[in-house]
């Protein structure tokens, strides 16, 4: 197990992680064996290209938005909203502008 927090302290999510130019950065902030949590920046139009993954993923976009494809439906997440990636079905992300967002895959 292991955590990039320190326990029993408060955080801005957003603080957490900061934009680079023409980039995605990501910061592990929790691993353990039932799932992780990372927290990613996005610069302007950059992304994740279509893949799948063995586990459920949630995404929570906490600042700007985010273009996300699901089995080919696309969907726009704005700051504040989270959408449910589901296991073995194809995914990907883009930047029309940049955004942050932390993303808790699930193993369990």
């Known amino acids: 197990m292991s955590s990039a927090l320190s326990p029993a302290a408060a955080f801005n999510l957003a ?5 680079q130019e ?7 902030l ?4 039932k799932g992780n949590v990372t927290l990613f920046a996005f610069d302007s139009g950059q992304g994740l ?3 799948t993954s063995p586990f459920d993923a949630l995404v929570q976009i ?8 699901i089995s080919g439906k696309p969907y726009r997440v704005r700051a504040g909203e ?27």
Request: a neutral charge; aromatic letters at 4%.
């Open 82 to 108: 989270i959408i449910l990636m589901p296991a073995n079905e194809p995914h990907g992300l883009r930047a029309p502008a940049r955004f942050k967002m932390l993303l808790t895959m699930i193993r369990e």
């Open 22 to 28: 023409g980039s995605v950065v990501s910061r592990q």
């Open 15 to 19: 603080n957490l992680v900061a934009y």
């Open 62 to 69: 906490l600042d700007g938005e985010a273009e996300i494809s």
């Open 30 to 33: 929790v691993k353990r064996d």
């Open 49 to 51: 290209t279509e893949h």
